[in-house]
C-alpha cells in the first residue's frame, strides 16, 4: 500500500493507524501548493479532488477521504479493535465521532489555513472550533479515548486536527482533558514513528 501524504496534514491520521496495524506502507509526499508528488507527478491524476490523503492499494486501486481510509484499514485487522465489530452501536459510536470530528471540527480549520479568507470568516471559525473542542473536553473528561478505554480510529483523527492548533494560536487552556489527550495520543509508539516518518519530530 502507498500513502500519499503532506507532513501534518489530515493524511497523519491514516498513517497513524497503518502504523498502529504494523501494515507495511510505503509514502509519497506531496506538495500541496504545487499539487505535485515526490515522483514528479501531478496529483490531479492521482486524485482529481486535489487533496491527500489517498491510499494507493496493492492492486493500484485508489482510496480517497480520510475517515473512509482509516475505517478500511481498521477492518484489515479487525482483532486490533480500532473499529469495534462485535456490537453495531460501538461500532457506531466511533462512526459517529469521525462524521462529527470530520464536518465539525476539520473543515471549521480550512478558512485559517486560507491566506485570503476575511478576519470575520477566520474568527467564526475560530468560535465554532472552541465551542467543539468544549464538547470535546467534556467527552474525554474521566476517559483516556474518545469511546473509553480503548484507542480506536477516531482517536487518530481526533489527534490528528487538535495537533493544528498549536500552529494555529488556538489555547488548549480551557480544554485540560483535550490537553491531557493530545499528549497521551503522541506518546503512542505508533503516533511516534508516524511523526518520526513524516519529518515532524
Ligand atoms: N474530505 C477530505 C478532505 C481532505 C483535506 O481537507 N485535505 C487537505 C489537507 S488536511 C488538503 O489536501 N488540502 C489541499 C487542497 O484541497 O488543495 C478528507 O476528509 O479526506
Known sequence: MKLYYTPGACSL????????????????????????????????????????????LDDGELLTEGPAIIQYLAELKPAFGLLPTARLLERARVQEWLNFIATELHKNFSPLFNPTSPDEVKAAAR???????????????????????????????????????????????????????????????????????????
Not at 496495524?21 to 509526499?29: F, I, N, S
Not at 514513528?193 to 515532524?200: D, M, P, R, T, V
Open 13 to 56: 491520521s491514516p498513517h497513524i493507524v497503518l502504523c498502529e496495524l504494523g501494515l507495511a506502507h510505503e509514502l509519497e509526499k506531496v506538495d500541496l501548493n504545487s499539487h505535485t508528488t515526490a515522483s514528479g507527478a501531478d496529483f490531479y491524476t492521482i486524485n482529481p479532488k486535489g487533496y491527500v490523503p489517498v491510499l494507493q
Open 127 to 201: 468560535a465554532a472550533i472552541g465551542r467543539r473542542l468544549g464538547l470535546f473536553d467534556k467527552a474525554l473528561a474521566g476517559q483516556d479515548y474518545l469511546t473509553g478505554a480503548r484507542f480506536s480510529v477516531a482517536d487518530a483523527y481526533l489527534f490528528t486536527i487538535v495537533n493544528w492548533t498549536g500552529h494555529m494560536g488556538i489555547d488548549l487552556g480551557p480544554c485540560p482533558a483535550v490537553s491531557a489527550f493530545l499528549e497521551r495520543v503522541r506518546a503512542r509508539p505508533a503516533v511516534q514513528q508516524a511523526l518520526k516518518a513524516e519529518g515532524l519530530i
